[in-house]
Nanobody, 115 residues
Framework: VQLQASGGGLVQAGGSLRLSCAAS????????TGWYRQALGKQRELVAS???????YYAESVKGRFTISRDTAKNTVYLQLNSLKPEDTAVYYC??????????WGQGTLVTVSS
């Protein structure tokens, strides 16, 4: 499965973006779909994820501002970013976990939030 992430860009603080991650194959059977981000000089951190059992996770720093969703008909995972802050600036990576040994990664999309 190949992933194509898009939707990043430059936005002012308080603005919004919607990231998309289109998969070349079905995402229906994936046990986890989600987004990580990595800011310059920092470790990659999990931002949001959606598990097949319906469990949704959000990092504390994005709760109430970001929303993860997916469209299995389009094999696409989304991340809606609202009320953006300069500290949200990072490269955002989507991922799909097929099982405990197989994870697919997108190429990353840069989000830059200006103050």
């Amino acid at each position: 499965v190949q992933l194509q992430a898009s939707g990043g860009g430059l936005v002012q603080a308080g603005g919004s973006l919607r990231l998309s991650c289109a998969a070349s194959g079905s995402i229906f059977s994936m046990i986890v779909t989600g987004w990580y981000r990595q800011a310059l000089g920092k470790q990659r951190e999990l931002v949001a994820s959606f598990s097949k059992d319906g469990t949704t996770y959000y990092a504390e720093s994005v709760k109430g501002r970001f929303t993860i969703s997916r469209d299995t008909a389009k094999n696409t995972v989304y991340l809606q970013l609202n009320s953006l802050k300069p500290e949200d600036t990072a490269v955002y990576y989507c991922y799909l976990r097929k099982n405990v040994v197989s994870t697919y990664w997108g190429q990353g999309t840069l989000v830059t939030v200006s103050s």
